[in-house]
């Protein structure tokens, strides 16, 4: 990429994206990390610009994180979900879309269950879409903000070694996560009951294990996956508990991790089942720094998109 410009209209998913594309996006949340920590925590950046955020699908984190960004950098911003919105009656995700061209927006943020759901409101749209989640595909701006994050902790990205235990089948995180990750030449195994792996995995340049100890012996980092049932249509394991049995990442299993591994979770968090409650909240957890860094890595992309020359 030349002169490390943004030249991309959408982000949809890391699938797509040069890892220079993801530096960019990396280096550039850095830069904005620092109003954080000011006693005025906002700038002109986006003034006159409307965001609109379309969730058809809950979230605490990202649609927070989404609209705190939006609001650091003065843009206006519009929530929109369906329990309120015309879709109730009817009316198809193209024809809401037109309407809020038609009402001049310059970015839409779009939380979808349906794969792909982000990608056609793109074709549908000349302004900018950001994918916050689409079914079982991707979830870039987390798996940017893992990244971020997992760069902070280690100094590096190259050669981490990051172990993914859990729900790989059904976890866009995951899925974006690999792409990001393996580009940037980290190397990512993955875990859980060989009926939530993809049978792909192998193809997109993972280590796959069942075996947890495996997972965890000399991981720098291990981030834990929810179950997510409500995206399971059959029994993929006999039962929660025999999962948490099998899976569990809690005191005992992490004395035989590396004694700098660090523990991450894209949230909402099961206690009890992938993590134990004490390790949720003990010293290796950076789970709540994910979720600060996750403000940064979203004014980066927010500012990208929207063409703003600094
Ligand atoms: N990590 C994440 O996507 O969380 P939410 O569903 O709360 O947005």
């Not at 000349?126 to 990244?147: F, R, S, W, Y």
């Not at 995206?231 to 004395?255: C, G, H, M, W």
């Amino acid at each position: 990429m030349s002169g490390r410009v943004w030249k991309r209209k959408d982000l949809l998913g890391l699938k797509d994206l040069e890892a220079e594309e993801i530096e960019l996006i990396l280096d550039t949340a850095e830069s904005f990390q620092e109003i954080g920590n000011r006693p005025i925590k906002k700038v002109p950046t986006l003034q006159g610009r409307t965001v609109v955020n379309l969730f058809f699908e809950p979230s605490t984190r990202t649609r927070i994180s989404f609209e705190l960004a939006e609001k650091r950098l003065s843009a206006d911003t519009v929530n929109f979900s369906t329990d309120i919105s015309s879709t109730i009656k009817g009316e198809t995700v193209k024809d809401t879309a037109k309407n809020l061209e038609a009402l001049q927006v310059s970015l839409v943020i779009m939380r979808h269950p349906s794969s792909g759901a982000p990608h056609r409101l793109a074709r549908y749209l000349k302004c900018g879409v950001i994918n916050a989640g689409d079914g079982i595909n991707e979830h870039p701006t987390q798996a940017l903000l893992d990244m971020f994050t997992v760069r902070q902790k280690k100094g590096k990205l190259k050669g981490v070694k990051v172990s993914f235990i859990g729900d790989i089948l059904h976890s866009r995180v995951a899925r974006s996560n690999i792409w990001g990750l393996t580009k940037l030449g980290a190397e990512v195994t993955v875990c859980g009951p060989r009926t939530l792996i993809p049978r792909d995995a192998e193809q997109l340049g993972v280590r796959v294990t069942t075996n947890l100890e495996e997972a965890v012996d000399g991981a720098d980092v291990i981030n834990l996956l929810r179950i997510q049932l409500e995206r399971q249509k059959e029994s993929f394991f006999p039962s929660i508990r025999e999962y948490a049995i099998t899976y569990q990442i809690n005191r005992d299993v992490l004395k035989k991790a590396k004694p700098d591994v660090v523990i991450m979770h894209p949230g909402p968090v099961n206690r009890g089942i992938e993590l134990s409650s004490d390790v949720v909240d003990g010293p290796y957890s950076i789970i709540l720094d994910q979720v600060t860094n996750g403000l940064a890595v979203r004014m980066a992309v927010l500012y990208l998109l929207s063409g703003v020359k600094s």
